[in-house]
């Protein structure tokens, strides 16, 4: 290429990158608490083993275990309180004394704000400690280029039923 078409080529690379780079905008912030209904038993469970489906409670620490879940999530913590979202993905035991959990699991929006928007929350979660954080790696829709954390608490357990709430809370930075 002559030099003059080269000086020309990086000219419009460089434009298509400000364009680019104009049409992201700013990082926002947003933080929000929510709540996973959460029922691994019982007539219609939201979390089973895989392979599933199977009979008896459900066991979390054992290594290699794979679970998929598909939990109704709430703005507020009561089990009757309309859904906002759906955490649907998948969690294998992935520590041998199994202290560990791998989460892939995305936030679903299915209200009216943001529906079909996601999050994307991956990472490995101590899941037997109190606070469980989790990276938040990115979204889609709203949140696109998300990055961030979640923590989790499970603020309500009813053995008999096997249902369980658990409290989230998500700090994001996202276009
Ligand atoms: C769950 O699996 C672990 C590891 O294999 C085992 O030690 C534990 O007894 C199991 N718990 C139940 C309730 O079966
Ligand atoms: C969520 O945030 C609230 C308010 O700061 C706090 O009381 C609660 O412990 C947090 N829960 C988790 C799971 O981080």
Sequence with gaps: ???????????????????????????????????????????????????GPSTGPLNFTKFGAMFCTDDPITEKIEESSAPIARGQGLYVTSALDGSRTHVLISIVFINDECKGSTLEIQGSSPQLQRVREVAVVGGTGKFRLARGFASFETVYYDDGRQYAVIQCNITVLHY
Aim: overall charge positive.
């Design 1 to 51: 290429m002559a030099p003059n078409k080269i000086t020309l080529s990086l000219l419009l690379l460089l434009a298509t990158l400000t364009y680019s780079k104009a049409k992201l905008g700013h990082l926002k912030e947003l933080e929000m608490t929510v709540y996973f209904q959460d029922y691994s038993g019982g007539p219609n469970p939201t979390v089973i083993a895989i392979p």
